[in-house]
């Protein structure tokens, strides 16, 4: 079973914890709640809805702040090791309303299950932010009183900075670039915003297999509709990077020049 793998790995690391074991599973009104919602707005079935529900086992591990980075890279690595298929894994660092990683999993035996990795100070700002999201989810929440707990929620997780041990120097946010042409499963390409001290920049990966800079993301911001810039993690940015080497790849091998591409001579 995943808790006992779970246990058995909180016990390889004697600094990091596995906190809040014991509310790991959802309520059963809360998989109602979601199930339904998956049916009316998705026309799922209830046994469809109940496949996609990815978060019905959560489990947390928390860190010192001096050794996230190490702990996690770590934690990553073992998980794996232990036989569980990572299928998802989310950043949320930059995040505005939520601070930490998120990942999702499948056990041998096909359960999929959420793990959260926190810092002391991100785990406690998710309880305290907790009851005012509940307070979202709830149809009965005034549009007023929305405003409120969003702007509380943003305050709260506004006194975080970047990962910790992550370049405080630089971030980098990633964008799939879908247009007419092609898809959300499928983008036409991927940029990222840098941000550093002194700046920002926008920089694309382009066929010539080069990161360069780029305007379509100021362009997009500033109104123009022939892009949909759906903002990403930087997992899906590498799957769609090394898509793009392959078409490249396959261009030259060809006869084709990449678009862009610096003319031998």
């Known amino acids: ?115 959260q990795f926190h810092t002391l100070p991100s785990y406690e700002a998710w309880q305290l932010t907790h009851p005012a999201y509940e307070r979202l989810r709830n149809p009965a929440t005034s549009d007023a009183e929305r405003v409120e707990l969003k702007a509380f929620i943003r305050k709260v997780y506004g006194f975080f900075g970047t990962a910790p041990g992550a370049d405080a120097g630089e971030t980098l946010t990633y964008y799939a670039i879908v247009d007419s042409l092609s898809s959300q499963k499928a983008p036409a390409g991927v940029l990222r915003r840098v941000r550093h001290r002194d700046g920002e920049r926008d920089e694309a990966f382009g066929r010539d297999l080069e990161w360069r800079p780029t305007f379509l993301l100021y362009s997009a911001e500033r109104g123009n509709l022939d892009n949909d810039m759906r903002r990403i993690g930087a997992e899906e940015a590498e799957r769609i990077v090394e898509r793009v080497r392959a078409q490249a790849g396959g261009a030259q091998a060809g006869g084709a020049p990449a678009s862009g591409a610096p003319a031998s001579g």
């Open 1 to 115: 079973m995943a808790a006992d793998g779970m246990r058995s790995l909180a016990e390889t690391v004697p600094w990091r914890h596995l906190v809040g074991f014991e509310n790991r599973l959802k309520s059963e009104d809360q998989i109602k709640g979601r199930v339904a919602e998956d049916i009316r707005v998705k026309v799922r079935t209830a046994d469809q809805a109940f496949t996609t529900l990815r978060d019905a086992i959560r489990y947390t591990f928390q860190y010192p702040e001096a050794r996230y980075k190490d702990g996690v890279a770590g934690d990553l690595r073992r998980l794996a090791e232990s036989g569980f298929k990572k299928i998802k894994l989310e950043n949320a660092w930059e995040w505005p309303e939520h601070k930490g990683m998120i990942s999702c999993w499948r056990g041998t035996a096909g359960v999929p299950f959420e793990v």
